[in-house]
């Protein structure tokens, strides 16, 4: 293990090794926090019979076909947008506007349009990943000189071969900045989604333990929802920027 990951794992460490001496000193009703061992004993419990797997499995499928809607649809929507400077400008406002609406602000439009269930999830999603992937493409797009594109148009680059020779490798960066921070947002709007409109998913079980005073299924469901970002953020998007962003000289360490 690298030193840096070690010293990332201590205030984890201190984080566990408080919440097992709280209880010792402090008289408080054990379901406002459970015991350490409590929780321990309780993911063993839904391990053994799979249902912390299937809600974690739920979660991530609706954030995959939600990824896969959002960035399906703003990528060339974002392509063409860029590709127009005076379309861009005018447009830019609107987009900054919509990215700023947190995903949580269209569950209620969700369920009137879509009812309570697995559309309502995945539209909040895709919509969350959808304006932060198309606002960073318009972005990456536009950064790329005009120099370039006038030497690739001079060669003969037009339609197709435009973007695959330069639209596309050179908002690379911007894209892949763009996709982490779209799947932070759209990993926090699937939990709040699954919380007011789902019907499983690690947002459903949080929040239904909450009505059975099941702290420690609750804290379970907070620590599973932080870890399995932080390893997909560590397996997936921070290799990916480091081969890209950090190798391209983009970002230095």
Request: net charge positive.
């Amino acid at each position: 293990m690298k030193p840096s990951n070690a010293i990332g794992l201590l205030p984890f460490a201190a984080a566990l090794a408080a919440w097992a001496i709280v209880p010792i000193y402090v008289d408080y009703p054990s379901y406002m926090l459970p015991p350490l061992p409590d929780v321990w004993t309780h993911l063993l419990e839904t391990l053994a019979d799979g249902t912390l797997a299937g809600h974690v499995l739920n979660s991530l499928g609706r954030l995959a076909l939600g990824f896969a809607v959002g960035t399906g649809i703003a990528i060339p929507l974002g392509i063409a947008i860029a590709l127009n400077r005076h379309v861009a400008d005018t447009l830019k406002p609107l987009l900054t506007f919509l990215q700023s609406i947190a995903g949580i602000a269209w569950v209620p439009l969700a369920i009137i349009w879509f009812g309570i269930g697995i559309g309502s999830v995945v539209f909040v999603i895709a919509n969350t990943i959808f304006f932060a992937t198309l606002y960073n493409t318009v972005i990456g797009v536009q950064a790329i000189p005009q120099a370039l594109h006038r030497a690739v148009r001079s060669l003969g680059g037009k339609g197709l071969s435009l973007a695959s020779v330069l639209i596309l490798p050179g908002a690379l960066v911007q894209l892949i900045v763009g996709f982490r921070t779209a799947m932070a947002y759209g990993w926090r709007a699937l939990v709040a989604a699954e919380m007011i409109a789902g019907t499983n998913g690690l947002g459903y079980m949080t929040i239904e333990a909450v009505q059975w005073y099941r702290t420690e299924t609750v804290l379970l469901g907070m620590i599973a929802i932080g870890l399995i970002w932080l390893v997909m953020d560590r397996l997936i998007f921070e290799p990916i920027e480091r081969v890209t962003v950090r190798r391209w000289g983009i970002v230095q360490r």
